[in-house]
């Protein structure tokens, strides 16, 4: 179990063998407002800069603010795995009656409309020691649930591969029931080169003289920002142009509801603080065309959200912006960039030429009878086995 995070006082991150073998693990339910206080948000930070899979969404700058807006009744349980008084991992999971439509009660990862990732964040090391723990909370506290599911899971790297190690060993049924893969930009080449493999010559003399006909309207720069410095802005004419567009008339934008709105303020403003956010603005005489908002979890990073001014839809400044977006290949401390987007996107593919697969898991949990249930569920879903 070595290799995981020691947390120094400050709770900053040093390498060193921890766990101990005498360390004694526990999953307790832990409520936000624990979670939020100095010491232990500090110890959740530290968690998200040694997790072995990043997930932007379960840091402490992202999931508090997606609690105070769309838990209300605190109906999530927040399961941290603890261990010498530090946290080593850390799941958001509710109770849910209904299965994609369908009357089956069930314990699930919380995932919500804006929430692209449901990895659990764990400790380098403490992969297999978080799958038992949980897998044993979710035995005991089943109710009236017949399995656990976990959504939006990443279906390689360490994470997963303690899961199958686990269930193997436990000898216990689960069942990928969904699988998709998503736009991933992982290369060692530079922008300029990775764009000149990922698109032919005409679309990228295309793209270029769609900038030079933007450019004769008037002064056209490109900005970038990795800190705070005014993001409540920034932030505004973010909401301002996503509301103007498509989203805003399908009722999607993140200001067309007063929740996912203040989500996306403190989110930002968290993420800014943090220097765990990457702003990119394509503007014309000082009037934003296209906006991207990028969430920088080293090594990887995820494109959250993005908008742009229907009114210059003829310059296609969605792929001017992608195509600026590529400079994310200059960070040293980034190696990867998880898109966010759905299977097929009909812009950001064409960009980015690497997949990444995500699925959707359900595990066997409680007694005989309930894990009999489960296999007849699984076998109707066609799930196949993990």
Request: aromatic letters at 10%; a neutral charge.
């Amino acid at each position: 179990m070595a290799g995981t995070a020691l947390l120094r006082e400050d709770y900053s991150v040093s390498e060193t063998e921890w766990p101990p073998a005498t360390a004694a693990f526990r999953l307790v339910e832990r409520t936000p407002a624990e979670l939020a206080a100095p010491d232990a948000a500090a110890r959740w930070d530290a968690l998200a800069g040694w997790a072995s899979t990043p997930n932007p969404f379960y840091e402490s700058w992202y999931l508090l603010p997606s609690l105070a807006a769309l838990d209300p009744r605190g109906k999530v349980k927040l399961l941290c795995l603890e261990a010498d008084g530090l946290l080593a991992g850390l799941l958001p999971v509710r109770s849910e009656i209904s299965y994609y439509g369908y009357p089956f009660p069930h314990l699930r990862n919380w995932a919500h409309a804006n929430c692209f990732l449901g990895a659990p964040l764990v400790a380098r090391g403490c992969e297999a020691e978080f799958w038992r723990a949980l897998l044993g909370w979710a035995d005991r506290n089943a109710a009236g649930a017949v399995f656990l599911h976990l959504a939006h899971m990443p279906l390689d790297g360490t994470l997963h591969g303690a899961l199958r190690e686990v269930l193997a060993w436990e000898g216990r049924q689960a069942a990928l029931v969904q699988r998709e893969e998503r736009a991933l930009l992982k290369t060692s080449l530079s922008p300029d080169a990775y764009l000149e493999s990922a698109l032919k010559p005409k679309r990228r003399s295309e793209l270029a003289r769609k900038r030079r006909r933007l450019s004769d309207l008037g002064t056209l720069a490109i900005s970038r920002q990795v800190d705070a410095a005014g993001i409540e802005e920034w932030t505004n004419r973010f909401l301002e142009l996503e509301r103007g567009g498509w989203k805003g008339r399908a009722r999607s934008a993140m200001a067309c509801s007063s929740g996912t709105e203040s989500l996306f303020r403190e989110a930002l403003h968290g993420a800014a603080k943090r220097g765990r956010l990457d702003r990119l603005e394509l503007s014309l005489d000082g009037r934003p065309v296209a906006m991207m908002t990028t969430f920088l979890t080293p090594p990887g990073a995820f494109g959250f959200k993005t908008a742009f001014d229907e009114e210059f839809a003829r310059f296609s400044p969605g792929a001017l912006l992608q195509q600026e977006a590529l400079s994310l290949l200059d960070r040293g401390d980034i190696l990867w960039c998880d898109s966010c987007a759905a299977a097929d996107h009909p812009l950001v593919d064409h960009f980015w030429r690497e997949r990444r697969a995500i699925g959707r898991i359900s595990v066997a949990i409680g007694g005989p009878l309930r894990r009999t249930g489960f296999a007849a569920i699984a076998r109707a879903e066609k799930g196949e086995p993990l």
